[in-house]
């Protein structure tokens, strides 16, 4: 939204427990964005837990020119044929693995973000590290280790998301 | 200046309740009105506000505590949802039949049972007679506006009645949309330093008894001056919407009217499936279908005429009620909407879909499909249920 | 219902000043008169306690005897009253 873009995020809210498997919609607009339902035909997937894979249909209504971004070890070709996925574009990234690297814990979220920016192209990288830079040291006033680690984990995983 | 801000439904009214500012705020926290309760303590704990914060053991007990703050004179919002608010229902006709100007966030949500947690009407639509001005919001951004214009429409001397302004459960209080924020002295001074009572039990030089025994002889009375201030309302929230629009640029009505003036097929809706509708609208004009749509925002007071009126041009009409009035022709927005409009000199042809209830979602395809039964208006069944499994 | 004000002449809100029974004569309900005997009164203030109507005039705190304005006879003193074997508030008819 810094970005001079609408938006849109909200959580598909079932029983409240933590560690249950969640779907999130977000929305990115030139316009302002008036429709409010589901997304149930996404131009990009974001898998965040690759072992929902063949428990979640993660690319139900993936549009055939879309994409879909998966935290895993495993290439895109393997994940393709896993999820018998004809068209659309898959990548992959080792998020966890990077999260773990370089915050120190798992949690594969801003490395997933840069992924995104790459893989949609939708925003300049460096005005994204920039913003994301400026809202981390907001919430992690006292801890300079975690605004960093997020920073490297973005950057590696721009640079290491591959696809096909 | 505005500052435009990424916000979710329930940050947006908890961020309207910090600038507003209000004396008292008594609360018990419900699902998924929780946040707006939890962000505003955290705003009392850190000293942003002034507000005197009521930690309770119920949404009875909240109500109660609002009706006695706000009959000594104070300014008082709260906010709830669905069962919550539905156990605030003894004290809400009370709230209204003392005029006490009492503001409350509701977070429209299914009522139980089976327990349920996600949007529908439900819960506002059953207090729709409790004397209580009932504001939907179509986004958070409607939600925010609707908050602090809610506080001058119910204060205002005219009025003098408790309002309720509503989001979408989960599909607005949940959802992080861009809106835009007034800045703090701007609210301040939209709706006054402090709330101008007439009485205060906390008044020793002019002590007064308030909320007395009423019997046959009085209580009728005492009760007419609650219907004719609702009727009296539409008024000052047309014009408190004008000042709002005039000073910062976003317009409201009782209604909005979109792409109406030419068009054959109306929908009416409340909420934030006008947000849906209004994509459907412009995708089926631009096939030629003229389809249009009428946002009931205010739904107390009724703004019947501005309905009909809105209405007297169309061929066909769909009113969509997330709620069910059961046995009744139909839901609760159509029994009314059909009611204002049985006056028209040439009737459209009118149908009511009940949709949505307990969260159950409403796409664009759906609305589309209204639309289409509206094109074969004359095999449709007067009230229908829209995306049940048969 | 004649003669009573219309609801536009009412005040909003079911609000009316208070302390108003203060005038409201319930004195004229009465059919039994409570009469006190000062000469067998404790002064536990018992009477005073109970009686419903706050007719029972007390100075000084002292019980001093009725405010007539406002007992309406309900005999409640009558019976709370502990002296024995005679009372010192006994109930005879209302002249
Ligand atoms: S008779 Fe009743 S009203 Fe009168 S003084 Fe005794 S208790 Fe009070
Ligand atoms: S209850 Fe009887 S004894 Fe006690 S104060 Fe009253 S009159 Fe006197």
Known sequence: MSLGKYIQAFPEYGAERMGAPVASFNRISAEPIRVHCSISEPDLVIVLDPTLMGKVDVIAGLDKNGAIIINTTETAAAVRQTLKLQGAKVYTVDASGISRATIGREIPNTPMLAALVKVSGLFDFETMLKDTEGKLKKKFISKPEVVKGNLDAMRRAYSEVKGE | MAKVVARTGNEAMAEAMRQINPDVVAAYPITPATEIVMIFAKYVADGLVDTNYVAVESEHSAMSACVGAAAAGARVMTGTSSQGLALMYEILPIAAALRLPIVLSDVNRALSGPINIHCDHSDTMAARDFGWLQIFSENSQEAYDGLIQAVRIAEDPRVHLPAMVTTDGFIISHCLDKIELLEDSEVKEFIGPERKAPNSLLNLEKPVSIGLLDLQDYYFEHRLPVAEAMRGAKKVILEVADEFAKKFGRKYGLCEAYKLEDAEHVVVALGSTCGTAKVVVDELRSKGVRAGLLKIRVFRPFPGEEIAAALAKAKTVAVLDRSDSWSAQGGQVFTEVRSVMFDLPVKPKIINFIYGLGGREIDQGQIRQVYDCLQKVEKQPLVQYLGVRE | ?95
């Open chain 3, 1 to 95: 219902m004649n003669g009573k004000p219309g609801w536009r002449e009412l005040a909003e809100g079911d609000v009316v000043p208070a302390g108003t029974a203060e005038q409201f004569e319930t004195g004229d309900w009465r059919t039994e008169r409570p009469t006190w005997h000062p000469e067998r009164c404790i002064q536990c203030l018992l009477c005073w306690i109970s009686c419903p109507d706050s007719a029972i005039v007390v100075k000084d705190q002292k019980m001093t005897g009725f405010n007539y304005h406002h007992c309406k006879g309900c005999g409640i003193c009558a019976k709370e009253c502990p002296v024995k074997p005679e009372k010192a508030i006994t109930m005879g008819p209302e002249r």
